[in-house]
């Protein structure tokens, strides 16, 4: 039998493990500031459940199969699960209902480079009854800013649109039957050519002057404020558009009073997001110089999360952030540091064998001021103890003698600077916090 992993599930090494998880809680941490609370929801629904709101290419990658007389399926979002969730527990929540999960969902994508079976994502959604303040459109502006300021990641910029002024302005273009269809096709006119994108509009039916002005209508560029004027300027009496522009307004307005740096955030017109799913505000989070790894946090507004479990009316907003997509990207690219292979902050060595008891009494008490540390029972000589040290990176080394074990003293070495010091046990705890 030789041993191999399923293409498109990822596993890694301790160290990168150790900079994963570092990720993610610094993503759970994050999304409990803003007073999201956490929900875990089952990887096996019924089938019927989870297909409720797919369809097209999603329908093909669900992994689903029988047991006995049941049909299963592996979710393949978290946004469905929340859906029956919200369906089912509807009476005992309190709203505006806001939950963050973090979890894997599975994919039977093609197998290639950057596509995963089996991925991380990290989800907020904020859900009301009835309607939903648009402030809470800012709020996700302001998770997302802050997530990815925390993981010191690369330059990035969220940029955010609002699906009624496309759909408002296809109105008033009197073309509102194409607005699936143009939403879709603007939703990827950064991934093919302009002629390209010209030439399936032509292929909607679309005239010559139509084309044009919505051409030009998605390229509006300049800073946020000279965007929102020249919209303002193009006068369009449309209900959709006049909300869209007004939602649009409000959003910047409150991005600007939660402190969010300008350069951040940009309105961008051909921010659509194809899915069908989504009905106001949308972002695309793209990182300034790795314009190639596509949008790493996505989301957006949208009317009614549970129709088709319930009459009842929940709109909400919420984004996504592929988490093993992202650390893929970013390992793939040295923008990374791995450095620790252990989470110890110390690692206890007794110079023999004949010391190992007060080495794991020390390992006791140092456990219970709620200190990470390893001891190293493997008897070698005291040079591939420091090897191993040295390997696994642990900051500091605490070396167990016959004369520490007598005098209640520790010697802790600094593993960076090469500092020893001679400490007892209060010194050592204080140094090791």
Do not use: W
């Not at 740096?261 to 899915?275: K, V």
Request: overall charge negative; proline content about 3%.
């Amino acid at each position: 039998m030789t041993a191999r992993t399923l293409q498109g599930f990822m596993e890694l090494l301790p160290q990168e493990q150790i900079v994963f998880d570092h990720m993610k809680s610094v993503i759970a941490h994050t999304y409990e500031m803003f007073g999201f609370a956490p929900l875990d929801t089952p990887v096996l629904e019924l089938a019927d459940v989870l297909l409720s709101k797919s369809g097209g290419e999603t329908e093909k990658q669900i992994y689903e199969f029988k047991k006995g007389d049941t049909d299963l399926a592996m979710r393949f979002d978290l946004t469905v699960p929340l859906a029956k969730y919200v369906a089912l527990y509807n009476n005992d929540l309190t709203f505006p209902f806001k939950r963050y999960q973090i979890g894997k969902v599975y994919r039977g994508e093609r197998p290639q480079k950057g596509r995963f079976r089996e991925f991380y994502q990290c989800d907020i959604d904020i859900i009301d009854r009835d309607e939903l303040n648009i402030v809470y459109d800012a709020e996700v502006l302001a998770v997302i800013y802050t997530v990815f300021n925390k993981l010191n990641l690369p330059k990035f910029k969220i940029y955010i649109n609002n699906r009624k002024l496309l759909g408002g302005f296809l109105q008033s273009l009197d073309i509102a039957d194409k607005t699936v269809e143009v939403l879709r096709l603007v939703d990827k006119i950064k991934k093919i050519p302009e002629e390209a994108f010209l030439g399936e509009l032509s292929d909607l039916g679309l005239a010559e002057d139509k084309k044009q002005s919505l051409l030009k209508f998605i390229k509006i560029n300049g800073l946020n404020d000279e965007i929102i004027a020249k919209l303002e300027e193009l006068n369009i009496d449309n209900d959709s558009f006049v909300t869209g522009l007004a939602e649009l307004k409000t959003v910047i307005t409150q991005a600007q009073n939660l402190g969010l740096p300008a350069q951040n955030i940009q309105i961008d017109l051909s921010i659509t997001r194809g899915l069908d799913y989504y009905t106001g505000t949308v972002y695309e989070t793209f990182f300034d110089e790795y314009p190639q790894f596509g949008s790493v946090c996505s989301g957006g507004r949208y009317d009614n999360l549970s129709s088709v479990f319930m009459d009842k009316k929940f709109p909400g907003v919420g984004i996504s952030i592929g988490l093993t997509r992202l650390f893929d990207q970013l390992r793939a690219n040295n923008l990374l540091q791995f450095k620790e292979l252990t989470p110890s902050k110390a690692l206890i060595v007794p110079q023999d064998e004949s010391l190992i008891d007060a080495a794991v009494k020390l390992a006791g008490k140092l456990r219970n001021a709620d200190i990470a540390v390893d001891v190293m029972y493997r008897q070698c000589k005291f040079k591939k103890k420091m090897e191993y040290a040295n390997k696994i990176g642990v900051p500091y080394l605490v070396i167990i003698g016959e004369e520490e074990a007598k005098s209640g003293l520790f010697a802790c070495k600094d593993m960076i600077t090469g500092e020893q010091k001679a400490l007892n046990l209060d010194e050592l705890i204080e140094t090791l916090k």
